[in-house]
Structure formats: structure tokens, C-alpha cells
């Protein structure tokens, strides 16, 4: 074939020719890929690092071999290495020198290994590594010096070893660290010196060891550090002023064995945000002292806290300073489970049980006669039903009734008749029944509610007539029922707001319309409903909202509105609702967000859920004014490749971007911008360009070459874990001794007392009806 060709084509072929030879230089047992030039010989049994690598390979990954020693100038012959692997190699002895030659290495892991001891010059040469694993081995000795040549790294991870002891000064010459992981060791002491001169470290973990005391000595000296966990060591007491850490935000004393803490304890960490004390031996705990100023969440999730009036104190700080607490109360038995965010200060006292439960009663029958005495073991009751003296509750569900029984005992406060065919209720079908609070008629087969039919049922506050076969109410339905707060007519067929029905009760809240049939919200739907607080229209198919259907929702702080068949923000009718707290647009229709399509909740407004819209554009001035008072905006589930400033969120505490076909590119950089100012994790992912699908917006290099972008930091090169599926929130059973009810009249009371109570009234709504 040459023969026929001219000597210029020989000679061009002979350049061709090259790279062919050079893919010979490859260890028989290996991979190599001469466009990347990586090496990989994974899980070979190699004895040693194979000799005939090729000098210009980056990557070599000889995870999974058997090299127990590697000596002296072990990759004299690769050093243009920047990624080496190591891994499960059974290495015992990494000689003094081992890497010498490898100055531009980035990344070094070797982790699953039995190295026991770093000497001295163990690492030695390794001028340029950033990244340094060393996980899971058996170092229980670091000599001095060990890491005084690694002046770029910023990673050194050292968790699942022996460490029982740092000597002083061991990580001197880490002049770049960032991040130190020393989790999962058993270090039990840290002396004052031990992690001295780690100048620039911003994050330390020491979780997971045997510390019995805050190394308070030891964590003066890091100057720059922000996060420290601490979780799972045997703490018992943390003391007066113990923690000293002038840049600390984040702080975890987690799952350790905490009896104490002093209320001083944190007060010199000027900068903390949060700290968590979760899972310790905590009953009692006090507000912190005044030094805290950004403090915004303290975790006491997993103490036996004990809510009466020891704990007042904390609930009013954390009210005042606005601290979110996380947890529930531990006792006493009747708050038992109760988040502390949902307990009100006047909750926590300190009578005995008895005389609280007592007094509880007593408040909740205020409005009506008081029950006479009747005998313990006997309590009026209509045949196929079970009636509880002592927690005054009657029950006949599922019995197959197709008339609402009679003859029940006056003191009843819960009555439940829930999956009967009683088809319709008449009028008065619930004489002398004065004191129940709720009542149940879910699942009854109803289609119409006759006038007045439940007259007399003076106490009423929960209605729940949900799943039934309801399309319109009578303007008298509710006809005597003056404490009506919370009405159930979700999954019915309703074809439109069933609006005159509530003018008879004027003590209405909430009220539930999921899952009807409703097309459109025409105006003034809400004039004989104007004190409501809560309106919940999910999952019906509302096309068109007029633009005067919330004239008169001024009290309104809730308005649900998701899965229904919306094709843009109803804003005009919103500028009618500017106390709207809480807005549901999931799931509609909704392919672009307009300028100012919020302003007019800009005061108010905190939860947004703009998620699963099919959403394509949000115009940059979408989100204007909604500023200092959003706390959560829900945006995944859409088609956004770009997504408005956020800039001026600033007091987002929840934010998911996730499921989004985000373009990682120069427009994308204020979104990359602000996730690296804000503590919040983000859940944003790049879908394009391909090469960056999957990868987080936080982890892709791109946007550092974007103008402006030039001060981010390098993303770290190890790979993300995957995300953890979200907790399933367990609905809590029903209680059926009527303590809760009580507790909800006097939510009730509260959600009168004007509108400085809006905020935690609505949540309350929203909870208690999780769990009635
Ligand atoms: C490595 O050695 C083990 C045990 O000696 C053997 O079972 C395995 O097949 C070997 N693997 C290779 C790739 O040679
Ligand atoms: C509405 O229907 C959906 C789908 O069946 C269901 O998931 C949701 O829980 C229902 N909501 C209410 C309040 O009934």
C-alpha cells in the first residue's frame, strides 16, 4: 500500500501511526484511555504499582489491589499525575518519600487501608494536593510533621481511624485547610495545642469520638472556623462561657450525653445561626444568654423537655428573638408530642395534672351549662353504639345507621358517626347533645343537609361532612351553630362555592373544598365569610378566578389552590387578600410568572409554593417585593432553565429548585452566586449543557469562568451522595379523649385576639387539622 503512495502521504502516515504505538504502553492487566489518559487497574491483585504505566497519564486508579507496602519513588515514573486512587490496596506501610515526584497530584485517596502510622515524610512531595482521604484505616499515630509539606490541601480527611490522642501541632503546614474531618475516632482529649496553626480552617468535624469535655482551649486558637460538629461524644455538662468562637454559625451537640447546658454556654459565639442539642438528657432548658444575636434555630428534637412552667422562659425568648425551637415536649402528659413552636407560653404551667386538666374542662364548657353529675359506670347510649363516660365520647361508626341516632348522653363532646348511609340529615337530628365540639360524618352516603339540622348543637366547633355526595347546601344549614370554626366538605360534588351558606356562622375559620368540582371563583364568593382565615380549594377544577372573588378575604392567611386547572397567577384577585400568608399554586398550569405577580402580598406573604406548574419563565421581576418576609418558596417539578434573582430573599429558610432543567451557564451565575452567600441547602441540578446533567449547580465548574464569577471556590472533585427520599410525616391518630379538643377552643379563643396572632393561629389551623 505505501509502495503506491507519494513520500510526503508516507511521512504523514508515519505521524499517524504514533498514538498506536504510544496505546501499546499499557500493564496488561489495566485500562487505559489515551484521550483522557487515565490508567484504571480496579480489583487486579496487583502486588505493586504496575511499572509500565505510560508517563503522561492524569489518572490512575488502582482501587482493589494487594500492595500492603508502598516504597520509596513508588510513582517516580507519572508525574503528571493529578488524580491517584487507592483504595482497599491493603497497604500496611506507605514509606517515607512514597509519593515523591508527584507535585501536581490534586486528589490522593487512600482510604480503606490498614496504615497504622504517618511518618514523618510519608507525605513528602505532594506540593499541589488539595484533597487528602485517609478514611477508614488504622492511624492511631500521626509523627510530627506528617502534613507540613501539604501547603495547598484543603480537605484532610481522616474519620474511621484510631486516633486516640492529636499530638501538639500534628497538622502544622496545612496553611490552605478548609475542612479537617476527624469523625468516628477515639479521641478522648484535645490538648491545647493540637490542632494549632490551622489559621484558614472554616469547618471541623469531631463528631463520633470520645470527648467527655468542650476542648475549649483547643477551639479558641481556629479563628476562622464556622461549622463544628461535636455530635456523639460522651459530653455530659457544657459549661459557662465554654464556647469561644468568634466566626461559629453552625454548631452540633447532638446525640451526645448532655444533663446541662449553662445558658452562657454559646454566649461568645457572636455569629452562631444554629445549634443543635438534639438528642441529649435535656428537661429543663433556659433561654441563652444575650450574645446570640443571628441565633435562628435551636434543635431540642429527642429530650424528655418537660413543658409546664420551667420552660416558659425559653418559649417566650424564643418568641421575642424569633428562634425557631425544634422538638416536642416530653411531658407532662397532656402536651406529650406536642411541638414546642405550637405550645403558647400560657400552656406551660406548673399545677399539678389534675388540676390543669380540671381547669381545662371547666374553660371549655364555660359557654354552656355545666354537666350534671352523672354515675361513673352508667352513661346514656342508642343501641349499636359505645359511649365513653370518662373521655365523653360516642361512637357508632361504620354501623350501617341510615338514621342519625338518638338518645346520647348530654355531656358528649365527641361524637362520631362517620361511615353510616344516612343519605340525608333532617332537620334537628341532634336534639340535647348541647356540649359536643365535634362531630363526625364523613363517608355517610349524604346528599343533602336539610335546614337547621343541627340545631342546638351550641358547642359545635368541628364539622367534618367530607366525603359525601354533597353538591349545594341550603342558605339554613348551619343554621344554630354560633362556634362553627372548622368545616370538612372536602370530596364532595360540589359544581361551585356553596356561598350562602355561610352566613349563619359567623365564627368560621377554616374551611376545607378540596377535591370538589369547583370551576371558577366568581366575585364576592367570600362576602358572608369575611372573618375566614383559612380557604382550602386544592384539587378542584378552577380555570378562572374573577378578579374581585377575594373582596372581602382580608382576613384570609391561607388560600390553597393547587391541582386545579389555572393558566396564570390570579394577581388582581390576590391584591384583595394582603394578609395572605400562606399560597398554594401546585400543580396548576401555570408556563410563566409575570412581573409583580405577588407585590400586592409583599407584606405578608411567607409560603409559596409554585412547584410542579409545568412552569417554563419567571420574569426577573416575578418574586419583586416579596423580600425580608418569605420564608419558603417552593419551585421543583418545572420546566425553569433560568431561575429570577433571589437576592432579595433574605429571610429564606426553605428553597427547592429541584427537578428543573437548569442551563448551567453564564446566566445562571447570580443563582450560583447566591448559593454560595446563603446557608440553605439549595437542591438546584444542572440539566444542561449535557455534560453537566445530574451535577449540582453547587459542584460544576463552569461559573467560575463566567465575569463575575472568578471568586467562587473550587468545587470539590469527590462525588455527591445521593440525596436522602424525604421523611414520610406520620399523621398522628386521632385522640379520643377529648383533652385536644379543648386545647383547639382555646386555639379558637386566640385566633380572635386580633391579628398579632395571625401568624401562629394559621399554623395551628393547619395543624390541627393534620390531626383531627
Ligand atoms: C484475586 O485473588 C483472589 C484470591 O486469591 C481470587 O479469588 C481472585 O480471583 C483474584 N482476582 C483476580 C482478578 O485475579
Ligand atoms: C384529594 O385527592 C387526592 C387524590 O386522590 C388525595 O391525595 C388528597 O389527599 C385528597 N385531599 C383531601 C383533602 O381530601
Redesign the pocket.
Known sequence: MCSQLCPDALWVLMLLCIPAAHAAKCPQQCVCDQIQLTVTCVNKNLTQVPLTVDEITVKLDLRGNDIQELPTGAFKHTPYLTHLSLQRCNIRRVKEGAFRGLGRLVFLNLANNNIDILYQESLDGLSSLKQLMIDRNRVEEIQPGAFSQLGFLNLLSLTHNQLVYIPNMAFQGLQNIKWLRLSHNSLNYLDTEALAGLFTLTRLSLDHNELQFFPSETMTRLPEVTRLDLSYNPMTYVGEEVVSMAKLTHLFMDHMSLQDMDNTAVSKCPNLIHLDISYNQLRVVQPLSEGNPKLARLNLAGNPVYCNCYLRPLREWSIRNKVKLLGTCGGPAHLSGENLEAVYPSDLRCQSQEAMLKAEFEEATRVTTPPTQEPANKVKCPANCVCEAETHHSSCENRAHTKVPRGFSPNTRLLDLRGNHFHYIPSNSFPAVAQVVSLHLQRCKIVEVEGGAFSGMKGLIYLYL??NDLSSLSPDAFKGLPQLTYL?L??NRFTGFPKGAFKLVPSLLAL?L??NSIPKLEPDMLSEAEGLRAL?L??NAIEHVSPRALDHAGDLDTLHLG?NKLKEVPTEALSKAGNLRDLRLSGNSIRWVGPNAFRPLERSLKELYLDNMGLEKMSQNSLAGLGAALRSLFLEGNQLEEVPNLQPLTSLEVINLADNPLMCDCPLLPLRMWIEKVNLKVRATCANPPELRGRRVKDVHVFRACPGGESLPSPPTVTPKPAKAPKATKPKPMHLNGIRQVKMLKVKSKLRKGSNTKPAAAKKTRERRSTA
Do not use: F, L, Q, R
Request: aromatic share 8%; proline share 0%.
Open positions: 367530607s366525603e370538612h372536602e370530596k376545607h378540596e377535591n382550602y386544592t384539587g391541582g
